[in-house]
């Protein structure tokens, strides 16, 4: 079985501070990762993803995240925010040949204040 | 591609009445997602179709909910009769792993409000 834990429900940080959002799994079978961010009445649209190699992944907007096997995480970096980082970020994973489902985490409200 | 398309985006019907959602995946794309998003529950799986086949059902709620998915572009959610608690946000999304992608593409998603 697979799940995936978002730590912080809430995190409130100031513009042009640093960022990290963290994410753990569980998973019997190698998996691969996600980072999506929702904004207001929007869908979910892909931060960025892990699927191989090199751990540490950079995706748009200037996010990042490492992926961490011998810890089971994969937490979500940003070394300067800004006012449009304010959305939801959720953490994802999709198990390799298990029918391609995904298992998403309950979100991270972030919010960037002035 | 115009990416995952949903329709409608917002429906207000009241309770007992019949509800259809309906998605339209990006082409290609031989996976297909239904997801359920509230405050309380946040994103839930409710059914996936693999070409156009439903390979996982049990997230759909109750007997009121069915989906089906008549070809590779097209698939509708309904619910029969809606009730004041199926009031969320329904994302549809698609992909087609195998090619050094495999996330999902969502849909702008149906806020649907049952009154």
């Known amino acids: 079985a697979q799940s995936v834990t978002q730590l912080d429900s809430q995190v409130p940080v100031f513009e042009e501070a640093p960022v990290e959002l963290r994410c753990n799994y569980s998973s019997s079978v190698s998996v691969y990762l996600f980072w999506y961010v929702q904004y207001p009445n929007q869908g979910l649209q892909l931060l960025l993803k892990y699927l191989s190699g090199s751990t540490l992944v950079k995706g748009i907007n200037g996010f990042e995240a490492e992926f961490n096997k011998s810890q089971t995480s994969f937490h979500l970096r940003k070394p300067s925010v800004h006012i449009s980082d304010t959305a939801e970020y959720f953490c994802?994973?999709?198990?390799?040949?298990?029918?391609?489902?995904?298992?998403f985490g309950t979100g991270t409200s972030l919010t960037v204040i002035p | 591609d115009a990416g995952v398309i949903q329709s409608p985006r917002h429906e207000v019907t009241e309770m007992g009445q019949e509800v259809t959602l309906r998605c339209k995946p990006i082409?290609?794309?031989?996976?297909l997602f239904w997801y359920r998003q509230t405050m309380m529950r946040g994103l839930e799986l409710l059914i996936y179709?693999?070409?156009?086949?439903?390979?996982?059902d049990s997230g759909m709620p109750e007997d009121r909910f069915s989906a089906k998915m008549p070809n590779a572009s097209f698939s509708t959610l309904k619910i029969q009769p809606s009730e004041p608690r199926d009031s969320a946000v329904y994302f549809c999304?698609?992909?087609?792993?195998?090619?050094?992608?495999?996330?999902?593409?969502f849909g702008q998603g149906t806020r649907l409000t049952v009154v």
């Open positions: 179709f693999n070409n156009n086949v439903p390979i996982d």
């Open positions: 994802a994973v999709s198990p390799f040949n298990t029918g391609n489902q995904f298992y």
């Open positions: 999304a698609s992909t087609r792993p195998g090619q050094g992608t495999a996330e999902a593409f």
């Open positions: 082409s290609g794309h031989d996976y």
